[in-house]
């Protein structure tokens, strides 16, 4: 039971929305579990998964907790959109359920939001780690785009850069009432793995950005997640679709040169990307080799006591 009324509610909310998130969803459950920040409920969506998501959010006894079911699968944004539309808090961060937060990230953000009512989102850098938590890049995103900043110097840098500088979801915050203003999450035909970018422009269309300067979040790069099953080709290809989507937007006045650099840019981006993904696949397999040369030690061993018991 949460000890919040839909009267007078937390102060911040966490949304993880779940969906077959047995794997990494108990270092996730840690993660949030641990803010120094008291005025806060977590709540987690099952989108009715049957790998034990449900099992594991049974075991979590904590007052900040609600948890909600699906009685039937949603898409992965209807669900998302759920998640932030069944809190409760006055500020919002989304965590997907293999992501981590810094234990004082949620008390920063909602302080930056706090002292200065124009901002309209508020991100940090994100460590990128491996399934099993291990760094494989630390303190990426905000480049270009550090302290507070107006809503076209951060579009501009998004068309620019070729890629999300804002960063993942794990790492933003910014008011329910912004989000249910803007729409939330939409689903695009042209360019469906970008609508967290696409939210964060609609988020400052009418405010500014503040980028902080320091880690808030780790983004798992995971061998088996849903982003690392998007083609490098495929993800290349919407970012500049939405790219174009931006400056043809006369609100944003854009320069067209700006997306010429930003297609270059979204070649080294998404080769980046690649690496990231295949250093974390070589990782685990690495992982599987030794679990099985392990086994076959011990197994040899047992054979060998019991011939010669």
Same mark, same amino acid.
């Given at each position: 039971?949460?000890?919040?009324?839909?009267?007078?509610?937390?102060?911040?909310?966490?949304?993880?929305?779940?969906?077959?998130?047995?794997?990494?969803?108990?270092?996730?459950?840690?993660?949030?579990?641990?803010?120094?920040?008291?005025?806060?409920?977590?709540?987690?969506?099952?989108?009715?998964?049957?790998?034990g998501?449900r099992?594991?959010?049974?075991?979590?006894?904590?007052?900040?907790? !609600?948890?909600?079911?699906?009685?039937?699968?949603?898409?992965?944004?209807?669900?998302?959109? !759920?998640?932030?539309?069944?809190s409760?808090?006055?500020?919002?961060?989304l965590?997907?359920a293999?992501?981590?937060?810094?234990?004082?990230?949620?008390?920063?953000?909602?302080?930056?939001?706090?002292?200065?009512?124009?901002?309209?989102?508020?991100?940090?850098?994100?460590?990128?780690i491996?399934?099993?938590?291990?760094?494989?890049?630390?303190?990426?995103?905000?480049?270009?785009?550090?302290?507070?900043?107006?809503?076209?110097?951060v579009?501009?840098?998004?068309?620019?850069?070729?890629?999300?500088?804002?960063?993942?979801?794990?790492?933003?915050?910014y008011?329910?009432?912004?989000f249910?203003?803007?729409?939330?999450?939409?689903?695009?035909?042209?360019?469906?793995?970008?609508?967290?970018?696409?939210?964060?422009?609609?988020?400052?269309?009418?405010?500014?950005?503040?980028?902080?300067?320091?880690?808030?979040?780790s983004?798992?790069?995971?061998?088996?997640?849903?982003?690392?099953?998007?083609?490098?080709?495929?993800?290349?290809?919407?970012?500049?679709?939405?790219?174009?989507?931006?400056?043809?937007?006369?609100?944003?006045?854009?320069p067209?040169?700006? !997306?010429?650099?930003?297609r270059?840019?979204?070649?080294?981006?998404?080769?980046?990307?690649?690496?990231?993904?295949?250093?974390?696949?070589?990782?685990?397999?690495?992982?599987?080799?030794?679990?099985?040369?392990?086994?076959?030690?011990?197994?040899?061993?047992?054979?060998?006591?019991?011939?010669?018991?």
């Amino acid at each position: 039971m949460s000890r919040y009324t839909d009267v007078e509610g937390p102060k911040a909310s966490i949304c993880i929305p779940a969906y077959q998130a047995a794997r990494h969803l108990r270092a996730t459950i840690d993660s949030v579990l641990a803010q120094n920040y008291c005025d806060l409920e977590i709540l987690f969506i099952d989108n009715n998964s049957t790998d034990g998501t449900r099992e594991i959010l049974e075991t979590i006894k904590d007052d900040r907790v !609600r948890i909600i079911r699906n009685a039937t699968t949603l898409s992965i944004y209807d669900n998302w959109n !759920r998640a932030v539309r069944e809190s409760r808090g006055v500020f919002v961060k989304l965590v997907c359920a293999d992501d981590l937060l810094e234990p004082d990230c949620i008390a920063a953000q909602v302080a930056v939001l706090e002292e200065n009512p124009d901002v309209k989102l508020v991100s940090g850098r994100t460590d990128f780690i491996d399934d099993e938590g291990e760094l494989l890049r630390p303190a990426r995103g905000i480049s270009g785009i550090v302290g507070r900043q107006p809503g076209e110097r951060v579009v501009r840098q998004t068309v620019r850069s070729g890629s999300n500088p804002v960063g993942p979801t794990a790492a933003a915050m910014y008011r329910r009432k912004d989000f249910n203003r803007c729409g939330g999450y939409i689903r695009y035909s042209l360019f469906p793995n970008v609508s967290d970018v696409d939210l964060w422009v609609r988020l400052i269309r009418d405010g500014d950005f503040f980028g902080m300067a320091r880690t808030v979040a780790s983004f798992r790069i995971g061998s088996g997640s849903v982003t690392a099953t998007t083609s490098t080709r495929s993800l290349l290809d919407q970012y500049i679709r939405f790219s174009r989507h931006l400056v043809e937007d006369p609100y944003w006045n854009i320069p067209r040169t700006d !997306r010429i650099v930003g297609r270059v840019n979204g070649y080294d981006k998404q080769l980046r990307r690649t690496v990231l993904y295949g250093m974390s696949n070589y990782r685990a397999w690495k992982r599987r080799r030794w679990a099985i040369e392990v086994s076959s030690a011990g197994d040899r061993r047992d054979k060998f006591i019991a011939r010669t018991g």
